[in-house]
């Protein structure tokens, strides 16, 4: 029996409509005595603005059009596809996940769904499993969704974390084909860096237990991130017997451009291979890669049959790479 393979068919994002500007940020915060700029923001991150959802609007009101923009550039229907994953840390609720009430709000049912919870790593983690559940004959048509509304875990009073993220969604279908598709994937983890980035709070008693919002040490993040990017990055190279100059875009989880231009150079990619959209969208923890994949095929930079890096890395602490022909 010849070996199946999965390939993205179709993208998708949805961003909610409020735009905040670092400015705005900026004079929303001086309101409750926290200074910055959007010189800091801008010099340290690359963020100019992000999007917030409306307080009543959950994950998974982002992921359905996100969702249904991937369905309608496959030309696909809700009901051709058999497998959600829905990468999220923001989920709607504790439980069921976020990917039952997007598989519901799709008009769909009977098909296997569930979250998976990699933090920024989230889109890379899921894709690997959706490919690998392709590959074995478990699903034919997925959709892989990556939607958070990181601005309900934020302190609004530390200014080192609350200036850096923002809400939206992103989604591919991936189908199962003759031919590669996903050339190459790589996962990571290691638990011992927890504490860096986290939120620590547990729902425990009917209560919130311990606090509720993000807490990250940056600067240990931002060492971590370049090193193992770098290993992921060629892991799936190697594992795809590519060389760095096979490969047409880099697609970095959008956390920081530093990192990105960082990551690009030990790679040798000039920076007009990078896809950046953190300026516009700030860190959308596992929404970022989906969206600026999809920003990256709707603007026509990237074509059919080029070879794309998608790398993430997050809290966990997790990290990946997948390796693809579009
Ligand atoms: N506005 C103005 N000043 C600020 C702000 C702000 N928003 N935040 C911090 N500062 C000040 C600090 O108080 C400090 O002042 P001091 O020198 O008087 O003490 C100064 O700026 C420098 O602060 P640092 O934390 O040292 O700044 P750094 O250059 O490390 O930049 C940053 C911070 C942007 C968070 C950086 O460490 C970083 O990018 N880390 C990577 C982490 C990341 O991107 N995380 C995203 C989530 S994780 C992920 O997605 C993988």
């Keep these: 029996m010849s070996k199946r393979f999965s390939r993205i068919t179709g993208t998708g994002s949805y961003l909610p409509p409020r735009r905040v500007t670092n400015a705005d940020l900026a004079a929303e915060l001086a309101t409750r005595g926290i200074e910055t700029s959007d010189e800091w923001i801008v010099e340290r991150t690359g963020i100019r603005a992000r999007h917030f959802a409306a307080p009543d609007v959950p994950a998974s009101e982002l992921a359905v059009p996100a969702a249904r923009a991937a369905l309608q550039a496959a030309g696909l229907q809700p009901s051709d596809i058999d497998l959600i994953i829905v990468a999220t840390s923001t989920p709607d609720m504790v439980f069921p996940s976020t990917a039952a009430i997007v598989q519901h709000k799709l008009g769909m049912a009977g098909c296997p769904v569930f979250d998976v ?28 969704i ?16 609350c200036v850096l993220f923002g809400d939206g969604a992103g989604a591919v279908v991936l189908e199962a084909s003759d031919t590669p598709g996903i050339l190459a994937t790589d996962l990571h983890a290691d638990g011992k860096y927890v504490d860096i980035l986290c939120v620590p709070g547990h729902v425990s008693g009917g ?28 892991a799936v190279l190697a594992k795809a017997g590519k060389q760095e100059s096979d490969i047409d875009w880099l697609i970095p989880h959008q956390a920081n451009l530093r990192i990105m231009m960082g990551t690009a ?57 997948v390796l693809l022909n579009l």
């Design 265 to 321: 150079k030990k790679l040798h990619l000039p920076v007009d291979k990078v896809i950046v959209t953190v300026q516009d969208h700030g860190n959308t923890s596992a929404a970022s890669i989906p969206l600026a994949l999809d920003h990256g095929v709707r603007s026509g930079k990237i074509q059919p049959g080029q070879t794309l890096l998608l790398e993430g890395v997050g809290g966990g602490f997790t990290w990946g790479a």
């Design 207 to 234: 209560q919130v237990l311990g606090d509720p919002v993000l807490k990250m040490d940056g600067q240990a993040v931002f060492k971590l991130a370049v090193g193992v990017l770098d290993k992921a990055a060629r």
């Design 117 to 144: 919870q990699a933090v920024c790593s989230g889109f890379v983690y899921a894709l690997t499993v959706a490919d690998a559940l392709i590959a074995n004959g478990t699903a034919r048509r997925a959709l892989v």
């Design 146 to 161: 990556g939607a958070e509304v990181f601005s309900r875990i934020l302190d609004w009073s530390d200014r080192t974390t």
